[in-house]
DNA sequence: CGGTTCGTTGAGGCCCATCAATCTATGTGG
DNA sequence: CCACATAGATTGATGGGCCTCAACGAACCG
């Protein structure tokens, strides 16, 4: 459904095959090859979900950890009345709820948007792989102050940039993390609902639709069948304020990585 | 200025004088005595600060973990046109950088908000602590995922609730944070000028200014001199729809610690 | 005591929510 | 293959929550 990703960056490949490569844990560049092989070994076999199926909901016990490999997903949270706020869209690599490892309940749902395959790490064997193999718990933590980056970015987004600029940083943000072309133009795959969008973007799904409208309108962006097109980058990224650093695609040192 | 925090939750104690207990990185749960000893150690002379100084500025090498053992810190972003959010408030106890850790640049700025006292870890010496002792990992990256958890809880106020829930969630999380008593009343420290407020909750001061006096006038809350007391925690939480779970003030194992 | 920062109050307006209707696309069963 | 159902996109009208601008009061401080 969503391409695997060539990448942006050569990482150093081992088993192209395996499940678990084009993960952001491997990209991170901590994991030696031995590390590769011991967390391939420890994850579930492939599991293929449904479109807006809960993998957890509020709440819930959260005994295992799950890596999205392909399509997507998303975390969310809702207000007793109902409102729900995505703090997080999950694409193929992501892993969709790191508190798992350390917390016995999550206080976000992870919900799939797409069709997507999902992989399975139990918390119990996630926290021995951890306490065992260094370049495996410095990839969770990575991750971790990753997330927390682009979640930093996201609320200086909902707190203060109007929604025609909301909408057009999250586009750009996708742009990237797609690893789309960052040059001229570039298209990637946009499954999102409206009304999806609107909640990772704190809006309506009506403003959502008059706001791409405008980007439209503009010229900016062109969409037809869950795909959208970035026609001018340059333009994009200076409503949105766009700064691509924050999602830290390469990481200080991937070319560090023990071999 | 801002008291030593009791505690909640009764931590076994080490050397009850030592600069960093009372930290969070303590209150996990996760260190040893000795891994305790390790870090007083790794750790720079205390540092006083005045109020409104940045330790960091956006986009800042980061070669320094700060750690904020009294007083009032934030973090802040900004937008290209000077719109600031701040991502989180920091007080007595918390790491105000993590990411510094792993990343050599920082996407945001951190300044005192309060005359504060700053302990200072140099990047190199915590990444060597954390490759040799277990529990120092364990207990940093516990705290990413804490903060992790806390600012999706964020992201759903500013995307979601209204400007008093807003507010008056905000309070509710400073009044457990600061281990304000938890049965009706409950007095705590709340230094931040109503600008600042606007900024953590993605409003304006003036707005924020008129939603105070909306809690204060309905008798939910009571504010003078730098100090809020909630005077009815029930129905403040009622408002916020605040469940205090997402702070994770006592985590999973805090007695499991290793002795 | 003058300056500066912060809190308070008012008037006016805009951005986005709300409500509701229509249109389109996709799928489903007969 | 068509009738129908359903989900999602689109459009319009209306209103309100919060912003903006501006002025004034209050507290703090050298």
Same mark, same amino acid.
């Given at each position: ?37 011991? !967390?391939?070994? +420890?994850?579930?076999?492939?599991? @293929?979900? #449904?479109?807006?199926? $809960?993998?957890?909901?509020? *709440?819930? &016990? ?26 997080? !869209?999950?694409? +193929?690599?992501?892993?969709?709820? @790191?508190? #798992?490892?350390?917390? $016995?309940?999550?206080?976000? *749902?992870? &919900? ?46 909902? *707190?203060? &940039? ?98």
């Amino acid at each position: 459904m969503i391409g695997t990703h060539p990448g942006p960056l050569p990482v150093a490949r081992t088993a192209p095959h395996s499940i678990l490569s084009g993960t952001r844990l491997w990209k991170s560049g901590f994991l030696s090859r031995g590390e590769q092989h011991v !967390l391939e070994d +420890a994850v579930s076999p492939v599991r @293929l979900v #449904a479109p807006n199926i $809960d993998l957890v909901r509020e *709440g819930d &016990r959260a005994d295992t950890l799950f890596i999205v490999t392909d399509g997507w997903a998303c975390r969310y949270t809702t207000t007793r009345d109902g409102a729900r706020q995505l703090p997080a !869209l999950l694409v +193929a690599g992501d892993v969709a709820n @790191l508190d #798992a490892l350390m917390f $016995d309940r999550l206080d976000y *749902g992870v &919900r799939t948007i797409t069709h997507a395959t999902i992989v399975a790490l139990q918390q119990d064997r996630a926290l021995a792989l951890v306490a065992q193999h260094p370049g495996i718990a410095r990839a969770f933590t990575w991750l971790g102050l990753v997330e927390n980056a682009i979640q930093s970015k996201w609320m200086l987004s909902i *707190g203060r &940039r109007s929604a025609l600029e909301r909408l057009a940083h999250l586009l750009c943000e996708l742009s990237v993390r797609l690893g789309a072309a960052n040059d001229g133009e570039s298209s990637f795959p946009f499954p999102l609902t409206q009304e999806q969008a609107g909640d990772a973007l704190g809006l309506t799904s009506v403003h959502v639709n008059r706001m791409m409208q405008h980007l439209r309108i503009r010229g900016l962006i062109a969409s037809a069948n869950r795909l959208v097109t970035i026609r001018d980058q340059a333009k994009m990224r200076q409503i949105a304020g766009f700064d691509p650093r924050y999602l830290h695609i390469a990481p200080r040192d991937a070319q560090l990585a023990p071999p």
